[in-house]
């Protein structure tokens, strides 16, 4: 299955943009697991042992000759290096996380060969809403134009970031939504400050009211689920937390990154016909240990309900990275299957069909 695999084209539904900056060992690092990096992890290892080619390097090269060898190629041609190696056919891109410059997705399009989509962040909608100093009253229907204006394919969330994902269902009122304006901008926090952080969105109302404007203009949701940074709270980002708003959302959600309840997605997917999954960053993040991850999230998720992303952000070597451990966790899956007779190699070329961008045209068009 891995020759066939490699063949397809994949979607990758969730990815943010690379830097076009040449990048020191301790930015490397930190951008490589979004935290303090180590060479010493399944991420350091498989980025050895699978990106090292792609710069001419023999396998497994040392992190040195890694370095040294990515510093003179320069980050321009490492970016192409990459892009093109992943072997995509589109790209949608959150742009809604900007630290620092990044390529935009045209830039990701054109460097993949690869259709490039804009995915718009929720809460990022609202904090440009807020800084332009709109008033309480005038916030909901400023939310709405704008999302309205938009060529996304879809929104994102994260709520869970911010919040948690035990969000009340119900879609709240304007004047609930006027009221939990009016609470942040003039919460003492914000007043202390007039840095742009002041405008961070962190409130129940808020980000259930951003799920339900996406909805209304019939946008599929992105929900950011299980791991991330060190800002996320991973109690709060159990999908099963979602349970009573998915009930009532009449648009397709997708629970992006999932781990470590990729056990748990995969029941969501299966009870509820518009609940999507994807194992996302999980893929580099587990590195030789990818294969047994997807593995758990297909025990019960449908194959109709599995997309491929990379979550890569910064580094294009996740794309990569992503694209490769998953088409390697993909075909051992299916391999396994055909040699036990639980499919037969027909079954699973056409199981590999929908998970690498099939899947994906259903929910997004
Ligand atoms: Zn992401």
Not at 83 to 89: D, H, I, P, V
Not at 226 to 246: E, W, Y
């Amino acid at each position: 299955m891995l020759d066939h695999l490699a063949q397809l084209p994949l979607t990758d539904h969730h990815c943010h943009g690379v830097v076009a900056r040449d990048l020191d060992r301790a930015a490397f690092a930190a951008l490589l697991t979004e935290g303090p990096g180590t060479f010493d992890s399944q991420t350091g290892f498989a980025l050895r042992r699978w990106c090292a080619p792609v710069l001419d390097l023999p396998p497994h090269a040392e992190p040195d000759d890694y370095l040294a060898r990515r510093a003179e190629l320069g980050a321009a041609e490492v970016n192409r290096r990459f892009l093109r190696a992943a072997g995509l056919g589109a790209v949608y891109v959150d742009t809604g996380y900007l630290p620092e410059p990044l390529l935009s997705p045209a830039e990701l399009g054109e460097l993949a060969g690869a259709r490039a989509r804009e995915v718009v962040r929720l809460e990022l909608i609202a904090e440009q809403v807020a800084r332009d100093g709109v008033t309480a009253q005038g916030f909901a229907d400023e939310v709405r134009r704008r999302l309205d204006q938009g060529h996304a394919v879809a929104a994102k969330s994260i709520a869970a970031y911010r919040y948690g994902l035990d969000l009340d269902p119900a879609r709240p009122t304007d004047a609930e939504v006027a009221g939990a304006v009016s609470a942040w901008l003039t919460s003492p926090q914000r007043a202390e400050t007039e840095a742009a952080e002041a405008a961070r969105l962190a409130d129940p109302v808020l980000h259930r009211f951003l799920v339900w404007c996406a909805a209304d203009q019939g946008l599929p949701v992105q929900f950011h689920t299980g791991i991330g940074d060190a800002d996320v709270d991973l109690r709060r980002a159990d999908p099963l937390l979602l349970t009573g708003l998915i009930r009532v959302l009449p648009v397709p959600v997708l629970l992006l990154h999932t781990y470590p309840y990729h056990r748990a997605a995969g029941h969501l997917a299966q009870v509820f016909p518009h609940v999507f999954l994807d194992v996302g960053l999980t893929l580099h993040n587990t590195g030789h240990r990818a294969g047994a991850v997807l593995a758990e999230a297909l025990e019960l998720a449908p194959f109709g309900k599995m997309l491929y992303s990379s979550d890569a952000f910064g580094l294009p070597e996740l794309f990569h990275l992503g694209a490769t451990l998953f088409r390697r966790a993909l075909a051992g899956f299916l391999d396994d299957g055909i040699a036990d007779g639980a499919w037969t190699a027909r079954d699973a070329e056409r199981v590999a069909q929908m998970i690498t961008m099939e899947n994906a045209t259903h929910v997004y068009g």
